[in-house]
């Protein structure tokens, strides 16, 4: 299989990239070649989308599956498809589940309304982006394209530091604030899990659009937190705590303690959408403990969160030591 990814070297890119070098595949990563580097013989052209004549390396080329993970304009993103339509077989992109309107309700599905967006926009907040990219990439493509709107992606590799954010919270040891109750259901997917999903359903040209997470409650937070504790070995000692006594301190679920949302919050319901369809279509997830551990080992092997390519790194994901204490202690 002839494989093309629009991006390549972030975290999604890289791990759909990694899966198909696995696979025996011919690869091809398009991107301004500015960030990150590519497995050794993976073809790498260069190229902004966003610049006149942007995507003239992509000319003569041919491919069986594209993936692109472009969050910016969706504008940028139509041209992408238009250039690639007579080139490229099945098109696979990597949307969000921050497309739904209403991202509180439990049971989101594919087709709940989703956020007002124009495909032939150069502008708007994230929500807007992947809607309107979604229908710039269908109006191209039709059924030759999959539209995966991925939920919580954690894993290997992970540019935004959620998960890593936890195990070096743990590593460090000590009285480590966690928010109850303990099982509160966790939502999410495994980036290679999500990777070999949409190169299979590419392969087997699978079109639609889909809720591309894990199960819901397919893991807790006490699951997934005693997971950390158990990969670092570290003497760490989870103080379940009530989330009225977090929320009351001024700390901000998903930024300040990642991955947490709590019972009733806004976006509570983009970690309790409806998979039936993916889960149809062959998608499944690793256990927690599999997913916690092997992130564990990558951190430790590259030290730190790498930088998001493309775009500027997070600096605000982790709760203040001094804020930690002071709930504990109270």
């Not at 807007?128 to 059924?143: H, P, W």
């Not at 998960?163 to 009285?175: F, Q």
């Not at 998903?254 to 983009?270: E, F, M, Q, V």
């Amino acid at each position: 299989m002839r494989l093309l990814v629009l991006g390549g070297t972030g975290f999604v890119g890289g791990a759909t990239v990694t899966e198909a070098v696995r696979r025996g595949w011919s690869v091809t990563v398009f991107n301004r070649g500015m960030h990150g580097t590519v497995p050794s013989g993976v073809h790498r052209l260069r190229g902004d989308r966003t610049a006149p004549d942007g995507l003239a390396a992509l000319a003569g080329g041919e491919w069986d599956v594209a993936v692109d993970t472009w969050d910016g304009a969706p504008r940028a993103a139509g041209d992408a498809a238009r250039a690639l339509v007579d080139a490229v077989g099945h098109y696979v992109y990597v949307s969000s589940g921050s497309v739904y309107t209403d991202q509180a309700a439990a049971g989101l599905h594919e087709d709940s309304p989703v956020v007002d967006a124009d495909p032939g926009s150069v502008d708007g907040d994230y929500p807007q982006l992947k809607a309107g990219a979604e229908r710039a990439v269908r109006e191209v493509f039709g059924q030759r394209a999959l539209v995966a709107r991925a939920g919580l992606i954690l894993g290997p590799g992970e540019d935004i530091g959620r998960l890593p954010w936890w195990l070096r919270r743990v590593e460090r040891g000590g009285d480590v604030l966690a928010p109850a109750p303990a099982d509160l259901p966790v939502q999410y997917v495994d980036v290679r899990d999500l990777a070999a999903w949409m190169l299979d359903a590419g392969t087997r040209k699978v079109g639609g659009t889909f809720n591309a997470v894990g199960r819901p409650a397919q893991t807790t937070m006490g699951e997934l937190l005693d997971a950390c504790v158990a990969a670092t070995g570290a003497d760490a000692r989870l103080r379940w705590t009530d989330p009225a006594s977090i929320l009351a301190a001024g700390v901000q679920p998903w930024c300040d303690l990642p991955i947490w949302l709590p019972r009733g919050h806004p976006y509570r319901g983009l970690l309790e959408q409806d998979v039936t369809r993916a889960q149809a279509a062959g998608l499944t997830c690793r256990p927690v403990a599999e997913t916690v551990g092997e992130t564990w080992r990558w951190l430790r092997e590259v030290g730190a969160v790498p930088p998001r390519a493309g775009r500027p790194q997070r600096s605000s994901i982790g709760l203040d030591p001094t804020v930690e204490a002071a709930v504990l202690a109270a």
